[in-house]
């Protein structure tokens, strides 16, 4: 039984180096954990069983390093890689821990920041694609305000479109195999932050210049933030070709950003999420961005990572256990079930439809009082969820 929740390398999970090597600082306290090196990081994931890694150019170069140094880091690292088969699919750029981006990056009010945040993400995508990143990530942290009489909402978006367009032009330029992925979030580090949500960022991506090369990294825990239901939001990514990436972790509604082990406090919406991943054939990384509670040291860490793994594995064995439950699939014929009577009214418009259909006359009243057995189903699902099926 057990050895079905072990991971493999097709289950394509991955980390980033800043969740696993997370040292626990909060606005409250100092770090409770030891920094973890980039090479300790590779062999701790590929220890628990993880797929990838995945980083922001400053988890694996300090932003102050000499080209000498930088090239030391990337040949030690790459080496670890090669060592325990470790890849690297998604990368992407701190651009919201120092302070120069204290007014954000793109969107920044100064021009330089503007132009330092293009640069310094072309060296982070150079390095990206050096380690073989194929998803570039772009979550834009401290893009947005605490006071919107200092920038206006406009132009800030006119402004993250200059800096996308122009990015996309680059990693052309260079002949790049890199798609864009971008990460929504409502707030924190910022009081707002500009494209908060997936819908927000699925407007934007038509603007560009390039949509094609652009789509979503949704994040259980952002959509939860801005109090939405983040599997409408992967399933409405999904449903437009733009689910590229997608970040796994949990979050109780209210709190502040929590970054919580997958899984671990909604269960039920993990388990649909789960099951929507698996059901649709979503091929690209399963990546868990959280990190472990604070009260935890290096053993911790890793029940923390394994634990992400393991939860994920068994809501996919309990998707496939629904897939295959009986009473389940007759309740959802059931619900779904088509007589056909309405195929003459189904389809795209003409005249002659629509004319049909407004002659038609309807039994409303029938239609009000059918009673649907959601309550039946939803009580299964969980009946299945908590074992007991
Ligand atoms: C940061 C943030 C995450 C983003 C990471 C990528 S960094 O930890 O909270 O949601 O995915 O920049
Ligand atoms: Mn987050
Ligand atoms: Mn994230």
């Known amino acids: ?140 942290g401290r893009e947005g305000s605490e006071s919107d009489a200092t920038k206006n909402p ?46 927000a960022a699925l407007g934007f991506i038509a603007t560009l210049d390039h949509p094609g090369m652009v789509g979503l990294n949704p994040e259980v825990a952002h959509e939860t933030m801005a109090g939405l239901n983040v599997l409408h939001a992967v399933a409405q990514a999904w449903e437009a070709g733009k689910l590229f990436h997608i970040d796994l972790n949990d979050q109780v509604p209210g709190r502040y950003d929590q970054d919580l082990r997958f899984g671990s406090v909604n269960i039920k919406q993990a388990f649909l999420l789960v099951k929507f991943l698996e059901d649709v054939g979503y091929a690209g990384s399963r990546h868990f961005d959280a990190h472990a509670f604070r009260t935890e040291d290096a053993a911790g860490v890793r029940e923390f990572a394994r634990g992400c793994m393991r939860t994920y594995l068994i809501l996919k064995e309990r998707a496939a256990q629904f897939n295959a439950d009986a009473d389940i699939q007759a309740l959802l014929a059931e619900i779904h079930a088509d007589d056909g009577a309405m195929a003459p009214f189904q389809g795209a418009y003409t005249a002659a439809r629509a004319a049909a259909l407004k002659a038609h006359p309807f039994d409303r009243a029938a239609l009000g009082a059918r009673g649907l057995a959601y309550e039946r189903l939803d009580q299964l699902t969980i009946d299945l969820l908590l074992g007991v099926r």
């Open 1 to 140: 039984m057990a050895d079905a929740y072990v991971p493999r390398a097709e289950h394509r999970f991955t980390f980033g180096l800043w969740t696993v090597g997370n040292v626990g600082r909060d606005p409250f306290g100092e770090p409770v954990r030891a920094p973890l090196s980039p090479v300790a990081a590779v062999h701790l994931l590929a220890d628990v069983g993880a797929w990838g890694v995945n980083f922001h150019d400053n988890d694996l170069v300090p932003i102050d390093a000499s080209p000498a140094e930088r090239e030391r880091i990337v040949r030690e690292f790459r080496a670890a890689l090669a060592a325990t088969g470790l890849v690297v699919p998604m990368a992407t750029t701190n651009l919201f821990s120092d302070p120069a981006f204290k007014d954000g990056a793109f969107t920044a009010n100064d021009p330089r920041v503007r132009a330092y945040a293009l640069q310094k993400t072309m060296h982070a995508i150079d390095l990206g694609v050096e380690c073989g990143a194929t998803t570039y990530v772009f979550w834009g």
């Open 154 to 199: 406009a132009e800030a978006i006119k402004r993250f479109r200059e800096a996308i367009n122009f990015l996309c032009a680059y990693v052309r330029d260079q002949g790049y195999a890199l798609r864009f992925a971008l990460e929504p979030k409502p707030n924190e580090p910022r009081g707002d932050i500009f494209l908060a949500t997936v819908g």
